[in-house]
């Protein structure tokens, strides 16, 4: 059983920043892809980044440029960091692991809100 706990949301102005944690715990195994998705208020959900564990990068187009995602595999805890925020970035941001074999879990998500 993996858990995964995102922290870091919450209000922040248009133009501003914002960096996300997600700390994941119980059987991590070593090989592993990590993510995060977000989802807007009436939206589906998307792909926002990915990273695996050896640190090669995937990023949604329309994220391309603003948000940087990394990893501390020692902590175990993924991050994404936020620049440029926009009002359309405003979501709900959810972290996500998959291992070999297709097993997935996902955190609980943490709101951010980009409004002046």
């Known amino acids: 059983q993996v858990q995964l706990v995102e922290s870091g949301g919450g209000l922040v102005q248009p133009g501003g920043s914002l960096r996300l944690s997600c700390a994941a715990s119980?059987?991590?195994?070593?090989?592993?892809?990590m993510g995060w998705y977000r989802q807007a208020p009436g939206k589906e959900r998307e792909l926002v980044a990915t990273?695996?564990?050896?640190?090669?990068?995937n990023y949604a187009d329309s994220m391309k440029g603003r948000f940087t995602i990394s990893r501390d595999n020692a902590k175990n805890t993924l991050y994404l960091q936020m620049n440029t925020l926009k009002p359309e970035d405003t979501a709900v941001y959810y972290c996500n692991i998959r291992f070999v074999g297709g097993m997935a879990y996902w955190g609980k998500g943490t709101l951010v809100t980009v409004s002046s």
């Open positions: 119980g059987s991590i195994f070593s090989i592993n892809t």
């Open positions: 990273i695996t564990n050896t640190g090669n990068t």
